[in-house]
């Protein structure tokens, strides 16, 4: 019994160790998508400002002069902003991209370990503990009944407590 409750304590604190290390890893994907998050948003400020400083200059009848377009010219503009913001963003987004993947191998990773261990404690739940011949349980009963306790009994005949316990019970001594 005190076998299989050492096996349930360390099986729970893997678990537990195993859930602190997906909180840390969580944690830290939260800071590093905050800080795009941060950069993603102060472009986008940016990007108003210059939207509005278009808006403020002033709208004239687009004036025709050298063959220059003003509509062309705006136009081209805009596609510049445009371009420069990809430019800007881009990089962002694959890293986003790399951060997700590698938060899910890390997540099919520790999917694999706890599968494993699983598989493990059930094979250990196989194993029969060792039985005790009428012999051994013959000399527990003769040393209680001598004046020992049961932890003395247990630490001269090298069993756990319980087992001397669990002896003197089944054989109506306690």
Do not use: C
């Not at 969580?26 to 998508?33: E, G």
């Not at 687009?62 to 445009?82: H, M, R, T, Y």
């Amino acid at each position: 019994m005190s076998n299989e409750l050492l096996l349930y304590i360390a099986f729970i604190l893997l678990l537990g160790v195993f859930g602190a290390i997906l909180w840390l890893r969580d944690k830290q994907v939260n800071a590093k998508f905050s800080k795009f998050e941060l950069a993603i948003e102060g472009l986008i400020k940016e990007n108003y400002q210059l939207k509005k400083q278009i808006k403020e200059i002033p709208q004239t009848p687009p004036i025709v002069q050298n063959n220059i377009d003003i509509d062309e010219i705006n136009s081209q503009i805009e596609l510049k902003i445009g371009e420069g913001l990809i430019q800007k963003i881009s990089p962002i987004i694959e890293n986003v991209r790399i951060i997700e993947q590698a938060v899910n191998e890390i997540k099919e990773e520790q999917q694999e370990r706890l599968y494993s261990l699983e598989e493990r404690t059930k094979s250990i739940g196989k194993i029969t503990p060792p039985s005790f011949d009428a012999n051994h349980e013959n000399r527990v009963v003769e040393m209680f009944r001598s004046g020992k306790s049961p932890e003395m009994i247990a630490k001269d005949l090298q069993l756990g407590v319980g087992q001397v316990t669990m002896i003197l019970k089944f054989k109506k001594e306690i």
